[in-house]
């Protein structure tokens, strides 16, 4: 780890939905103690944006309080596959692996259906009302994840526990 510093990367298939909100639940963009309203879902800088284009580039959505960066990456169907690389390449550099939040289980229908509108078919009328329901019903599931990530491992390099969503657990 360069610096006394690490990354935590929260991951999904499109980038644009539960990795945004779970970010923004750690970096406290988002409360903690309720499902957001509509317009702090709309003041997310990247909620409801990626494009295809940008699938697979790491995006900063700010740092925590330990100093860390914490990232959202669009890996589509590739998640294991997006994590064993970028803990290889951390390896391979001499750095600490980052600490990789898998949000997908925390996924449900209507954030399948409305991203799928929104993003894919064009159709954010339809969509955007569909993922705000959704973000709200996967809300206890999204903060759950956003405390693992938070959380700061007293021994580098840690397994986190088996079901968390972190690290490919």
Do not use: K
């Not at 317009?39 to 990247?46: K, Q």
């Not at 309080?65 to 001499?94: F, N, P, S």
Request: net charge positive; with cysteine; glycine share 14%.
């Amino acid at each position: 780890m360069v610096g006394g510093r690490g990354l935590v990367v929260y991951h999904c298939y499109g980038g644009a939905h539960s990795s945004v909100v779970a970010a923004a639940i750690h970096l406290g963009l988002l409360p903690s103690d309720r499902p957001p309203l509509v317009p702090e879902l709309d003041r997310l800088r990247l909620f409801d944006f990626q494009p295809r284009s940008a699938h697979g580039h790491l995006w900063l959505l700010g740092r925590d309080a330990q100093g860390r960066g914490v990232y959202v990456l669009a890996r589509r169907g590739c998640g294991r596959v997006v994590e064993r690389a970028l803990r290889d390449l951390a390896q391979a550099l001499g750095h600490q692996p980052p600490r990789l939040v898998d949000t997908m289980p925390a996924v449900n229908w209507a954030l399948r259906v409305g991203g799928f509108a929104s993003r894919t078919l064009g159709l954010w009328r339809l969509g955007r009302p569909l993922l705000t329901w959704g973000v709200r019903r996967a809300y206890p599931r999204l903060r759950h994840l956003a405390g693992v990530g938070c959380a700061v491992d007293p021994q580098a390099g840690a397994e986190p526990p088996p079901g968390s969503g972190v690290n490919g657990q």
